[in-house]
């Protein structure tokens, strides 16, 4: 008969439990670091497929953090709008903050995705499916530098842009006025104005898409290029204050993927290798528009867009390769008011 506190088969089972749960508690933690320094590369999946091929919803399942000598460009679901959020080093920019309906949405993301501090934040312009979520970007993080474009021919003391415009001066942001050539590391990249927009003598006449600030982000030999809303005309002022020194691996389609942007000219500089449409499903304005999706198919350039696929995410690498993951949500938000 087995006595309490014996030698008995009972002790010694609980003494491997408590091994087994030691080398099983090892392994865990050894296989979370690993699928968090390297995963998504070889075999070994990421969080966010693992919980995929578990078929669940990843907790954050928009943002990737970005190894040594990489940058991320999340182009983040926001319906009909946009919102980019640049990532390298542990510092992030955002360009754009997409609808107000999407507010909540991308603030919950980049909660999620451990920002806390956004080193900066870009207007591109003053519409609505930009700047809609700027305001609670404004009050839920700590912003370094809110960078503006022109805004001489808008109201900037009442409506939307009212709104963030005050959320910046009760948070004690600093603002800062977008002007050729200024430039701000972010990680290990750093992004450059290109193109401070097209501000017509009569303020009139404006057409605020193309007042959008044109931006690269440039890691070694990777590189972004987001023109917001610029149209035609506007394209081919960037192409003339530029240069002609364009090319970039990744384009965010301009304009949402409006034929009224996006011209060949432009592309034939840019020479993207991979484009980015942030478009809502089934929006007003029929965009992607197809000529500009068979411009692009013309021009051999892969694309992605956030109302097929979700979130799009475009990782970097200084040697100029990179890769791309979507989070295949599809979304139906209500449209915005402007585009
Ligand atoms: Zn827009």
Not at 124 to 151: K, Y
Not at 198 to 217: A, I, Q
């Amino acid at each position: 008969m087995a006595k309490r506190g014996g030698n008995g088969p009972v002790p010694e089972l609980s003494t491997r439990t408590v091994v087994l749960g030691v080398i099983c508690a090892v392994l865990l933690a050894v296989g979370s670091w690993a699928i968090d320094t390297y995963g998504g590369q070889g075999i070994l999946p990421d969080w966010s497929e693992l919980y995929e091929s578990f078929g669940l919803e990843s907790p954050a399942p928009d943002l990737q953090t970005p190894q040594e000598g990489q940058a991320t460009v999340t182009f983040l679901d926001v319906g009909q709008g946009d919102s980019v959020l640049i990532s390298s080093g542990g510092e992030y920019c955002l360009i754009d903050a997409g609808t107000q309906q999407s507010a909540d949405t991308l603030v919950e993301d980049l909660w999620a995705g451990g920002v806390q501090t956004l080193d900066l934040v870009v207007m591109t312009h003053p519409h609505a499916d930009h700047i809609g979520g700027m305001e609670d970007v404004l009050e839920n993080f700590e912003v370094e530098t809110l960078l503006l474009p022109d805004l001489s021919a808008s109201d900037t003391e009442s409506g939307l842009l009212g709104r963030v415009l005050q959320a910046a001066e009760k948070t004690g942001t600093p603002c800062v006025q977008a002007e050729l050539g200024w430039q701000q590391t972010v990680g290990e990249g750093t992004l450059t104005v290109l193109y401070t927009g097209l501000m017509p003598d009569d303020k009139e006449d404006v057409n605020l898409n193309d007042t959008s600030l044109c931006l690269r982000y440039e890691l070694g030999q990777f590189s972004y290029l987001c023109t917001g809303d610029a149209e035609a005309d506007a394209e081919e002022e960037l192409i003339l204050t530029s240069g002609g020194s364009l090319s970039s691996t990744l384009f965010k389609a301009g304009h949402h993927g409006s034929s009224t942007s996006n011209t060949q000219s432009l592309l034939s500089l840019v020479r993207p290798q991979v484009a980015v449409v942030s478009c809502g499903l089934d929006n007003e304005y029929g965009h992607p528009h197809a000529e500009v999706m068979d411009r692009f198919a013309q021009n051999g350039i892969t694309v992605y867009r956030t109302d097929e696929q979700g979130t799009v995410t475009v990782t970097g690498q200084a040697d100029g390769s990179w890769r791309v993951q979507t989070s295949s949500v599809q979304t139906e938000e209500p449209l915005a008011p402007a585009a």
